[in-house]
């Protein structure tokens, strides 16, 4: 088939396919690990690339390699302040019900980041804050994310990122993780057991048919947030989850 003329639609769909292959692959790939993932003709993966050069998207690394490029983070934080505020309708109607801090992220560069919250009432200062980062490995709405994902996905993100234990309860084997992924993804939902914090208990969820992989939380002090809990938050996050990902897709 025929280039369209620059600027046209085909073109337009190719910048983004290459952005997310990049994205897919951690962030960084060179032209021959692109070129396999693409039917894309060289040249013309060469000539976009340059391109996205050019105009700051795309950063060549000394080693040549082609990495994401430092103009993305203000497209990237502007999206992630409208989901955010999208999903913030519901994570208030979270806590009213529950009265625990709720909270939404996103699959960012390997890691979760806090894109929304609604704090609970209760005073109690915890890890979780808009533009926080976690490890996916260690955080439930991390696991919740990588639950939607297969195995071979995980791994190269944990290989990335590495697999440190925050408390004496976090996950630090990769085996380990995949073992809870398979719990998760049999029950819909994931379990911070004091992974992330010690005394603070996480049940989060998956926004299913999101455009990025993205999940919601309800998270509070363990003396609360027990297996009563549990039995009302899982059908209210679960109300909540497709509530959200039915907005996305009239979006």
Do not use: W
């Not at 040549?64 to 989901?83: M, T, W």
């Not at 505020?85 to 909270?103: C, F, I, M, W, Y």
Request: hydrophobic content about 40%.
């Amino acid at each position: 088939m025929a280039d369209k003329p620059s600027g046209g639609v085909q073109s337009v769909e190719r910048v983004f396919e290459l952005l997310e292959l990049i994205t897919d692959a951690g962030g960084e790939v060179t032209l021959s690990e692109l070129s396999n993932s693409t039917d894309l003709p060289l040249p013309t993966i060469h000539r976009l690339l340059r391109t996205l050069v050019a105009l700051g998207y795309i950063r060549q690394l000394p080693n040549r390699r082609y990495a994401l490029g430092p103009r993305l983070i203000r497209l990237g934080e502007a999206a992630n302040k409208q989901l955010g505020s999208l999903a913030r309708p519901q994570l208030k109607s979270l806590v009213d019900r529950l009265g625990e801090t709720a909270n939404m992220g996103v699959l960012d560069s390997d890691m979760v980041i806090y894109v929304a919250q609604v704090p609970s009432l209760h005073s109690m200062r915890m890890f979780t804050e808009v533009g926080k980062r976690g490890y996916m490995h260690a955080t439930g709405m991390g696991k919740a994310i990588l639950a939607q994902l297969d195995d071979d996905t995980v791994r190269g993100i944990v290989g990335r990122q590495g697999m440190p234990t925050p408390t004496p309860k976090s996950i630090g084997d990769v085996d380990t993780l995949l073992e809870d992924l398979k719990l998760i993804r049999q029950r819909g939902y994931s379990i911070d057991e004091e992974e992330q914090e010690v005394g603070v208990r996480c049940f989060a969820m998956a926004i299913p048919d999101a455009p990025t992989p993205a999940a919601i939380s309800v998270s509070g002090p363990v003396s609360r947030v027990d297996q009563a809990f549990a039995d009302k938050a899982v059908p209210l996050l679960r109300e909540a989850a497709r509530a959200i990902s039915d907005e996305l897709k009239q979006g």
